[in-house]
């Protein structure tokens, strides 16, 4: 959404709360948001759902811990494919929606490569299993490269708001 979209949304500094405060917990009862925005209950609860309406709240999801649930082994993979085509590109990525190891991929430029994929793993058997099994047999793919996570240095899944200070 470019700045001129934002700003046409009409976002106010409410908004703008509530916007972060959800980023930085999305459990937050209304009572408890509209308490840390200084908002009476009613009032707050409509933003949320204009929000909702206008499509700048997408879904709310709890962030796990991959270690402590035995996914110990992440990688970014660079996938080619062989022809670049709409039908082959949707059908790669139709295919790998259907990967529960696949937390990301994204369609990429000034690469070697037509997309970068964020995959976890329990270990080397089990992504060497998705890779082989799954991932290389994929009609199209014409290769595969990967790059494993040694650890990570930031994560954040909070969007800087600050530019749309009004």
Same mark, same amino acid.
């Given at each position: 959404?470019?700045?001129?979209?934002?700003?046409?949304?009409?976002?106010? #500094?409410?908004? *703008?709360?509530?916007?972060?405060? +959800?980023? /930085?917990?999305?459990? !937050?009862?209304? @009572?408890? =948001?509209?308490? #840390?925005?200084? *908002?009476?209950?009613?009032?707050? +609860?409509? /933003?949320?759902?204009? !929000?909702?309406? @206008?499509? =700048?709240?997408? #879904?709310?999801?709890?962030?796990?811990?991959?270690?402590?649930?035995?996914?110990?082994?992440?990688?970014?993979?660079?996938?080619?494919?062989?022809?670049?085509?709409?039908?082959?590109?949707?059908?790669?990525?139709?295919?790998?929606?259907?990967?529960?190891?696949?937390?990301?991929?994204?369609?990429?430029?000034?690469?070697?490569?037509?997309?970068?994929?964020?995959?976890?793993?329990?270990?080397?058997?089990?992504?060497?299993?998705?890779?082989?099994g799954t991932l290389t047999r994929i009609e199209g793919v014409s290769s595969v490269r990967s790059s494993f996570i040694l650890r990570p240095v930031l994560e954040s899944t909070q969007l800087p708001l600050e530019h749309l200070r009004r």
């Amino acid at each position: 959404m470019h700045n001129t979209q934002v700003n046409s949304l009409q976002l106010d #500094r409410y908004d *703008l709360q509530i916007l972060r405060e +959800l980023q /930085r917990d999305a459990g !937050l009862s209304n @009572q408890d =948001l509209a308490e #840390r925005i200084g *908002l009476s209950a009613s009032p707050c +609860l409509r /933003r949320v759902r204009q !929000l909702e309406e @206008q499509g =700048l709240i997408r #879904r709310r999801v709890a962030i796990l811990d991959q270690r402590k649930l035995g996914l110990t082994l992440s990688a970014y993979v660079m996938v080619s494919m062989d022809k670049h085509t709409p039908d082959r590109f949707s059908h790669f990525e139709d295919a790998l929606a259907k990967c529960p190891e696949v937390l990301e991929c994204c369609l990429i430029t000034g690469m070697e490569a037509d997309y970068l994929i964020k995959v976890v793993a329990t270990d080397m058997d089990h992504y060497q299993q998705f890779l082989l099994g799954t991932l290389t047999r994929i009609e199209g793919v014409s290769s595969v490269r990967s790059s494993f996570i040694l650890r990570p240095v930031l994560e954040s899944t909070q969007l800087p708001l600050e530019h749309l200070r009004r």
